[in-house]
């Protein structure tokens, strides 16, 4: 297991050098992290064509901007609001606040949804294929119709597991701001998979 | 918040905000108290587990070697044509 003391003093060692112009330590910074890069965008936009593009925007915005990385945050941090911000420059702008203003009502448990549960199942069996191959699709449509702001709060929070806190601090908004995007993700999300989500009971 | 005549709404921000994972003693005490005498809530709660629980168990995806050599090469282009 890698000693988190010398990792980090490894990792600021190749910050430094790449910054000096150093190629190698460069592309070694990029194989460390391009993995967390590139399944933060396949999180995010569920597609490779699309996860792998924003995978060279970012290593380039890396590029370009590593002289103005003060190691004041954690390199991590830096890296997941440029790659956040390029997933932002996709979206199409509305106005989505008031697009998202009904996720703030209390739901009924199961009151929204036609159907009823489906029984899911992620352990492959061949019968439960199809069932699975829906659900991914179900999960893909619901997430792509979430906005983009709210995607990135939503991935960051609860599917990478970063504090309330870091992720405020990676897209430069409020607390209170990031608090009430991921409420209203999370109501969004539910609502859309319900029949997938709710009790059968 | 008084712990008697606690409504669904007031508890329904608590917990689709924390899922109850960052609340202070006495809001956590409420919820609870709450969630055991209110079917409703109970079940929302669980979907917005498994929503997420959903999510997370996505598989990771690697990145191709040949988009690593493609992002490299184009990095050094434009680092020499700037």
Known sequence: MTNTLSHKTREEELIALARGGDEASFEALMRQHQGMVFNFAMKVCRDRQKAGETLQDTFINVYQKLSQFDGRSKFSTWLYSIVTNNCLMKRRRRKVDDLMEAYDELPSANGDSEKQGVAVNWHSTPAQDLIRDELKEQLDQAILKLPMEYRVVFVLRDIEEKSTDEVASILNISVEATKSRLRRARAFLRQQLLPYVSDER | ?82
């Open chain 2, 1 to 82: 918040m008084s712990q008697t005549n606690v409504k669904c709404e007031d508890v329904y921000r608590y917990l689709i905000e924390d899922l109850d994972e960052t609340l202070d003693q006495e809001a956590r005490t409420m919820i609870r108290t709450h969630l055991g005498q209110c079917s409703n809530c109970t079940s929302v709660l669980k979907s917005l587990r498994k929503t997420i629980s959903l999510y997370k168990a996505m598989p990771s995806a690697i990145v191709p070697a040949s988009l690593t050599s493609h992002i490299l090469e184009t990095i050094k282009k434009s680092g020499k044509s700037t």
